[in-house]
């Protein structure tokens, strides 16, 4: 249920994130996710790719510093108050978000939510509970 | 009244100048009566705005003849300093003063002090004996944690350490890492600085694993600021050391006007140096020994710019019973408040410093509290309002009341009018920048519908 | 007020070289006896003080430097005891610990007197009014400029640094004549004076003591220009005395250094060969008459030369040029000493840094500005942007705690600060000295 992130260490100047970007297009690696989280002078960027064993080979050669966290992926319904009530079974729980972040899926009309938790196991065995859809990892990758 | 702290029965008692300090008290008020027609004399002479203010007042110098008459002198306050900016109350050529300080904050003029070489002498002199009183030797070292600048206190503490022949370190303030690494590497006894700054480097040691037990620090000497009895027996378990108090104003010298002797009651005035008067701050007429008032303070050996009953606003009470120190000179309390915020609510003094006294028994930190006054059918009436802090916060609603009641009996026996009291939420009170609002005086505008 | 003391700085040569003499045989003695450092330096040089007979005897004693300092850090240097010390002050020293030194009430007097020869150098007299604007602290430049003034029996407003604008209305108010600050802060201080729309040439100040960074004659002559008044420039450093090493007289020919008290010799740095009057070298001391710590040969590692023939102005003391540079990598910032080796100890400090670093100074308007990129490895890198914000804080904390200077912490992608031959150029300094 788990999905490997890649979160790279960017600093905040032009032509940083279109390098990755071209990096990731010359190894033939699609990019499924991302986000950016920026700072006055650097930024952190997430990713969500199809190939990161290849994708960290090719960071790692062109002497990015990035680090590969575990999240988790699940499906809202794409629809006013969809994600409130996923929330909302969280924070019932107490459960900490560290982070999160959105995109909506091209054909199928539904919203994916990104979420890192400190709790990733609690967290995921508690969304299945309330009934949550959690993506597998291939399904992730195959979006 | 907060917890006494008790002490060891015998303390070192070492006193810097015996010849002065342990006077009788008939060759005190003979020397301070001489001294004082010769001030009086002296700005007679030399200050034409005190002479102006004299003539005003009908008085002339040969009428001052004992200590009592200095009752007929017209009083001096802080805008007199402010108007005369910056040496026009000098009663010394700009020649003869080797140094200027100035009091600090407030926006606007500063309120300029000028020394002469013997001025800063005395000045050195006084400072000394307070240190020395509260058991500083020349084998200690001291490590002054206040601003240097021309604020008083850095170089006030310095120049009297110095003259104990002590070593000084001057790490002036700020910059909590250092402190600490200097308190541990160059073996400090002796620590100078703010209450407040002394707690929290206390906690910042403790914080860095640093036990106090392993530093040689024995002594604090705090100022600057008012700080309570239960600050005190705060800071003296963080460190493991004996706190002493000490009280000066840069109008009338800086710090060295008076200090604590190891029985920690009371602050011995040098009173050779220094007349002081307390009195109600309203009618300007004095309160009998042992009440609290308004003190006013004539020096009676200042050079460059001597003051003539200068209207401190700091309340505090006089105490003349003898000290088992041994030195003659009388004791003033610890200041517990300014008139500058005090009120008259239906013909009681209050000052809000009351409440935080009330308050801090309650609490570690510092409390957020707010004094309303309305006028309802011509009578006054007080809401104290305060911030509900984890101190005081149970989640039992029982538990609550209790301490609300508790608040109540205390604020209402401390101040002695029946106020009335409202708990509020954590931050809701307005925070200015530097210095809390304490009074909302309501009696002269119209009652806002809270 | 011609000289404070005229009989000292205006001995003739011949005379100074014998009191130098008298004075090195008593110190050598000194701290062969009370000082077990130098006893052991002295017999590992096979040097005997009864083998110091004139001054010229100097060449033979071995050298001292800042990381003798730190290897008998605090008091290890000091020749009397903590109950003989009435003052210490610190300086930066080339780690986490700084430098220490130790005065005695005959070395605070010493001090007060080479600080108050420093004033009437330029000019002022005991009816001065002296503005110190240098900070007062552990550092030694405001005390010392401030016991100077108390010495000449001049009117001292111990302002300390900063807040300009108060500053400027004290010196105004106060009707300041000479004022004691770094030659970067005076410029600040025009450049207020010029916003606030007052005229600093139409106020009574006459001359200005400016010292404890490097500065060239460009802002020299912009000073004298801008604030109407006499730039002297003053040199010191803590482990000699502090401010009172050497000044500048009005005759603008070069820093008198105050020889009776502190011996100086130009040498090679690497052969440590003496060199003649008129060639650069590193600049050397020896103490010949503080207590509290005398130092023999300490090598200033700073670059001057000197020229012993007579001046106009009538001191006989020999004259130092303006420091041209330095023979190591130390910075000197805002006026506080910055080597780039505290920095390194910083980074190795906080766990998982690896210190690839960039130190850029640099000088915008009249201020230094001090940047340390951080090249941010895996190791420190988290996914978390509070974390990584945590991370520049916690650098820049302990970069200010230790430097006392504040810096900008810049995180920067790995290797991206260029290396050469392996190792990153650790100082780009875009400020112009010349």
Same mark, same amino acid.
Request: glycine share 8%.
């Given at each position: ?143 | ?68 008459? *200095? ?180 109008? *009338? ?198 | ?434």
């Amino acid at each position: 249920m788990k999905v490997q992130q890649i979160s790279i260490f960017m600093e905040n100047r032009a032509g940083r994130l279109a390098a990755v970007a071209r990096l990731l297009g010359t190894t033939g690696i699609n990019i499924r996710a991302l986000s950016l989280a920026d700072t006055s002078d650097f930024g952190i960027l997430r990713l969500i790719v199809d190939k990161p064993e290849e994708a960290k080979k090719a960071l790692k050669a062109n002497s990015f510093t990035f680090n590969v966290t575990d999240v988790v992926a699940v499906q809202i319904p794409d629809e006013p108050g969809g994600l409130a009530s996923v929330l909302e079974a969280l924070q019932a729980q107490n459960v900490n978000v560290e982070y999160m972040y959105a995109f909506v899926e091209k054909c199928g009309g539904k919203a994916i939510v990104v979420f890192r938790f400190d709790d990733l196991d609690g967290a995921i065995g508690l969304l299945q509970g309330a009934g949550v859809r959690v993506l597998s990892r291939q399904e992730v990758l195959s979006l | 009244m907060p917890a006494m702290i008790e002490k060891k029965s015998k303390p070192d008692i070492r006193i810097w100048q015996p010849e002065c300090e342990c006077m009788e008290r008939s060759a005190l008020e003979a020397l301070q009566a001489e001294r004082l027609r010769l001030q009086v004399e002296r700005v007679w002479q030399h200050c034409p705005y005190y002479a102006a203010k004299m003539r005003e007042a009908g008085v002339e110098p040969g009428q001052i003849r004992t200590i009592d008459d *200095v009752r007929r002198l017209p009083v001096t306050t802080k805008a007199d300093l402010r108007d005369n900016y910056p040496f026009g109350i000098f009663a010394s050529p700009l020649k003869d003063v080797v140094r200027l300080h100035a009091s600090t904050g407030t926006t606007g003029k500063p309120t300029v002090v000028g020394y002469t070489r013997d001025d800063m002498q005395v000045w050195s002199d006084l400072v000394a004996r307070f240190l020395v009183a509260g058991g500083l030797t020349n084998e200690d070292i001291v490590q002054i944690a206040f601003g240097y600048g021309l604020f008083t206190g850095g170089f006030g503490l310095h120049y009297g350490a110095e003259r104990v022949g002590a070593t000084v370190i001057p790490a002036s303030s700020g910059n909590t890492e250092r402190q600490i690494m200097i308190l541990r590497d160059f073996g400090t006894t002796a620590l100078v600085c703010t209450p407040t700054y002394a707690v929290y480097l206390g906690e910042a040691l403790k914080q860095a694993g640093v036990d106090p037990e392993q530093l040689a620090l024995r002594l604090g000497f705090f100022g600057g600021e008012f700080w309570t009895h239960a600050i005190r027996a705060k800071i003296e378990e963080l460190y493991g050391i004996t706190a002493t108090d000490n009280y000066g104003l840069s109008e *009338v010298v800086g710090p060295g006007v008076s200090g604590e002797c190891p029985y920690q009651d009371g602050m011995h005035i040098a009173e050779d140096h220094f007349l002081v008067e307390v009195v109600d701050p309203t009618t300007l007429e004095p309160v009998p020994i042992g009440e609290l008032g308004e003190l006013v303070i004539t020096t009676l050996s200042k050079k460059a710019n001597p003051v003539i009953r200068y209207r401190t606003r700091d309340i505090s009470r006089l105490n003349s019973e003898p000290c088992a120190c041994g030195r003659t000179m009388r004791r003033m309390a610890k200041v517990t408040g300014r008139t500058d915020d005090m009120l008259i609510i239906r013909g009681v003094n209050v000052f809000p410093s009351q409440i935080e006294h009330v308050l801090l028994q309650f609490e570690d930190a510092q409390p957020h509290y707010l004094l309303v006054v309305t006028r309802e059918r011509q009578m006054d009436q007080l809401e104290v309002r305060i911030e509900v802090s984890e101190y005081l916060f149970s989640d039992q609603m029982r538990q609550l009341h209790d301490i609300r009641e508790r608040l109540q009996r205390k604020i209402d026996s401390a101040l002695g009018i029946r106020a009335k009291l409202t708990l509020v939420e954590p931050g809701s009170l307005e925070r200015f920048t530097g210095k809390a609002k304490r009074v909302l005086d309501l009696r002269n505008s119209e009652i806002p519908k809270n | 007020m011609k000289f404070l003391q005229p009989l000292q700085e205006t001995m003739s040569r011949e005379q100074l070289r014998d009191v130098q003499g008298e004075r090195l045989r008593a110190v050598v003695a000194r701290v062969y006896r009370d000082v077990p450092f130098y006893k052991r330096k002295l017999d590992e040089a096979g040097v005997h003080p009864s083998d110091i007979r004139t001054i010229d005897d100097i060449v033979k004693l071995p050298f001292t430097t800042k990381e003798d300092f730190r290897d008998n850090y605090p008091f290890g240097l000091y020749a009397k005891p903590l109950s003989e010390i009435v003052r210490s002050h610190a300086s930066s020293g080339t780690t986490g610990k700084p430098t220490v030194v130790g005065y005695t009430k005959a070395d605070i007097n010493l001090w007060a007197d080479c600080c108050a020869r420093t004033l009437v150098c330029g000019g002022a007299d005991r009816t001065s009014v002296v503005q110190v604007a240098y900070g007062y602290g552990l550092f030694t430049g405001g005390l010392g400029m401030h016991y100077g003034v108390e010495r000449l029996g001049a009117m001292a407003i111990p302002m300390s640094g900063g807040n300009s604008k108060r500053q400027l209305m004290i010196m105004r108010d106060f009707g300041t004549t000479h004022i004691c600050c770094t030659p970067s802060y005076a410029l600040l201080l025009a450049e207020v004076a010029e916003e606030e729309g007052f005229d600093l040439r139409s106020l009574g100040l006459k001359a200005g003591y400016f010292g404890a960074e490097p500065w060239s004659t460009s802002m020299r002559k912009a000073i004298e220009e801008r604030l109407g008044i006499t730039a002297i420039d003053i040199y010191g450093l803590s482990e000699v005395i502090g401010p009172g090493v050497s000044s500048e007289c009005l005759a603008h020919r070069g820093l008198h250094v105050f020889e009776d008290h502190f011996f100086p010799e130009i040498i090679d740095p690497v052969s440590g060969k003496p060199c003649p009057d008129g060639e650069k070298g590193e600049l050397v001391f020896t103490h010949l008459t503080k207590e509290g710590l005398p130092l023999l040969r300490y090598r200033t590692r700073d670059i001057t030369e000197i020229d012993h023939g007579p001046c106009d102005c009538g001191r006989t003391f020999a004259r130092m040029q303006r420091v041209s540079g330095r023979t190591d990598d130390m910075l000197i910032i805002r006026g506080v000493n910055v080597f780039p080796s505290q920095i390194e100890h910083v980074l190795l400090e906080i766990e998982g840094a690896e210190p690839h670093y960039q130190i850029i100074v640099d000088r915008r308007g009249t201020l230094d500005d001090l940047e340390i990129q951080v090249e941010v490895s895996p190791t420190m890198f988290s996914d978390e942007v509070k974390k990584m914000e945590g991370l520049r804080k916690r650098i820049a904390h302990d970069i200010h705690s230790t430097l006392n200077v504040t810096a900008k912490i810049t995180l920067v992608e790995s290797k991206s600060i260029p290396r050469s031959e392996g190792k990153a150029k650790r100082v780009i300094d875009k400020r112009d000295m010349n």
